[in-house]
């Protein structure tokens, strides 16, 4: 069974703060990394994707991936409430599926 | 554009009463999808088709029947609802020509909130 493994938190980060989401996946072969948001009760939207080892900055957001330990993270800089969501790791596997994690809570704390 | 659209919002059946989820996208997309989100686990696929005529199961489809009845429209039927069933469920898209998500991103529709009594 291949995994996608989140801390379901809540994770809580005063503003103006970095806040650091984790990942871990089972499946070596997997070539594609997502990060998505989710603002309660509403649909996931895209944030981020890394295919390649090392940092990919975007904005106040950088995502990282090492494909030696099976690890992608996200890092929000200069955090804001808007920010407040739970962040959803998403990973193509070998079988070109997604497969998804559960989920972070993140709170930013005014 | 609209994006991915799906009908109903909310619905409350009974155990044993069949229902049909609508999705439908205006982004010319190939392959569409159906999740289903439960509290704690993710989302987990359902069925999906990857373009216009062909439809494969994913990880839950028991209970479950899809038509890819075009290549905008992507419905998903409920033939004896169990409470099992009564979760949120997401239709989305990608663009990619072939496959599956690939390294294109997947556009979501707002969710049907489905609860069976």
């Known amino acids: 069974q291949k995994e996608v493994e989140q801390n379901s938190g809540p994770l809580s980060v005063p503003e103006g703060a970095i806040a650091s989401l984790n990942c871990t996946y089972s499946?070596?072969?997997?070539?594609?990394f997502f990060w998505y948001r989710q603002y309660s009760g509403k649909s996931p939207e895209l944030i981020m994707s890394i295919y390649s080892n090392g940092d990919k900055e975007d904005g106040r957001f950088t995502a990282q991936l090492n494909k030696a330990s099976q690890y992608v993270s996200l890092l929000i800089r200069d955090s804001q409430p808007s920010d407040s969501a739970t962040y959803l790791c998403a990973v193509r596997g070998s079988n070109y599926q997604l497969i998804w994690g559960a989920g972070t809570k993140l709170i930013i704390k005014p | 554009n609209a994006g991915v659209t799906q009908t109903p919002k909310f619905q409350v059946l009974k155990t044993g009463q069949s229902m049909t989820l609508q999705c439908a996208q205006d982004?010319?997309?190939?392959?569409m999808y159906w999740y289903r989100q439960d509290p704690g686990m993710g989302l987990r696929l359902i069925y999906y088709s990857a373009s216009e005529g062909t439809t494969d199961k994913g990880e839950v489809p028991n209970g479950y029947n899809v038509s890819r009845l075009n290549k905008r429209e992507f419905s998903l039927r409920l033939e004896s609802a169990a409470p099992s069933q009564t979760s949120v469920y997401f239709c989305a898209s990608t663009g990619l020509s072939s496959g599956l998500a690939g390294a294109r991103e997947q556009f979501f529709g707002p969710g049907t909130r489905l609860t069976v009594l």
């Open positions: 499946d070596r072969g997997s070539q594609s």
């Open positions: 982004m010319n997309h190939n392959s």
